[in-house]
């Protein structure tokens, strides 16, 4: 086993909790936006998570998450009765983008609690390698 296998495992799982609270400011930010470049609503992005397998010593360990893919969220989009709406259909319905406020702040708060549970690990295996160094020095 490497001597830093801990620390990869959570700086790969930090990098991937900050894309995910990336995406989610750009959902919230994007929260009422009903004219994209591609056409239609903003669509709510969400993050692909795998498990990073890598081969060592001839078996296949966990070394951590990646991500695999930033997808969209296929949930229909909220139609709001506004005929007065630049964008709005013949029948005078907007189309906005299917993300939830309230649903992307709890996204948040989780998202920024796994960051800090990382980063208590990370600091955490940081002390234990300066221990080992200490008890080298005696």
Not at 30 to 56: C, D, H, I, S
Request: glycine share 6%.
């Amino acid at each position: 086993m490497r001597m830093f296998h801990a620390m990869d495992v959570n700086a790969s799982a930090l990098g991937a909790q900050r894309l995910r609270l990336d995406l989610i400011a750009a959902n919230i930010a994007n929260a009422n936006t009903t004219r994209t470049p591609e056409g239609g609503p903003y669509r709510r992005k969400v993050p692909v998570f795998a498990e990073n397998l890598q081969m060592a010593e001839g078996k296949v360990g966990l070394s951590g998450v990646r991500v695999v893919a930033i997808a969209d969220d296929q949930a229909p989009f909220r139609s709001v009765y506004d005929p007065s709406h630049p964008d709005a259909n013949a029948d005078g319905y907007v189309l906005y983008p299917n993300v939830n406020i309230v649903n992307e702040m709890v996204n948040l708060i989780e998202a920024g609690r796994a960051y800090e549970a990382n980063v208590t690990a990370f600091n955490l295996s940081k002390e234990v390698f300066k221990a080992a160094l200490s008890i080298g020095r005696s």
